[in-house]
T-cell receptor, first 115, second 114 residues
């Protein structure tokens, strides 16, 4: 079974631009979560999608948004990029089940550099 | 608020040494606890987990026990190898909450020398 894939793997943008990152979950997984990893702040939760609906959101400004498609693939968008948005963006997918924690499987990440 | 605190690195050990990475958490309710590992240039991999008090998670020689009384989940390995060099993250998630909301510690970088 293929793992979580993220595209592109590397991206360079300039301040003020916008960017879209893509995540394809493991086949059959319906929940997709996004995290930002930086040396200063570590790993921080951005948002989580399930059945095309945002179910939970972290403490990030409105410039960060996302969506999920009917095939569970997800995109996240960052508008008006700032230098501080330079980070590794990780996507994770999981099954959905009641009363049982379902392991989150992470992709390799997209390395975004803002110049 | 919910948080995870783990010992700062980097930790440098010789091959076959004993490893302990401390982790404590603050959470409401009874969270599931995890250790993730990140090898250079890669995403996170789940190393082990424990879902209730006194559970011991284990994998690849690593172990951690869920200690509710001390709110801790320390990672241990009896004999580390060079291939264990990576960054280790302690994390928790609450049952009943969103499946997506893992809360991570800052990570501990481990370097194992031959």
């Amino acid at each position: 079974k293929a793992g979580v894939t993220q595209t592109p793997r590397y991206l360079i943008k300039t301040r003020g631009q916008q960017v879209t990152l893509s995540c394809s979950p493991i086949s059959g997984h319906r929940s997709v979560s996004w995290y930002q990893q930086t040396p200063g702040q570590g790993l921080q939760f951005l948002f989580e999608y399930f059945s095309e609906t945002q179910r939970n959101k972290g403490n990030f400004p409105g410039r960060f948004s996302g969506r999920q498609f009917s095939n569970s693939r997800s995109e996240m968008n960052v508008s008006t990029l700032e230098l501080g948005d330079s980070a590794l963006y990780l996507c994770a997918s999981s099954l959905e089940g009641d009363e049982v924690y379902n392991e989150q499987f992470f992709g390799p990440g997209t390395r975004l550099t803002v110049l | 608020g919910n948080s995870v605190t783990q010992m700062e690195g980097p930790v440098t050990l010789s091959e076959e040494a004993f490893l302990t990475i401390n982790c404590t958490y603050t959470a409401t309710g009874y969270p599931s606890l995890f250790w993730y590992v990140q090898y250079p240039g890669e995403g996170l991999q789940l190393l082990l987990k424990a879902t209730k008090a006194d559970d011991k998670g284990s994998n690849k020689g690593f172990e951690a026990t869920y200690r509710k009384e001390t709110t801790s989940f320390h990672l241990e390995k009896g004999s580390v190898q060079v291939s264990d060099s990576a960054v280790y993250f302690c994390a928790h998630m609450n049952y009943g909450g969103s499946q997506g909301n893992l809360i991570f510690g800052k990570g501990t970088k481990l370097s194992v020398k031959p």
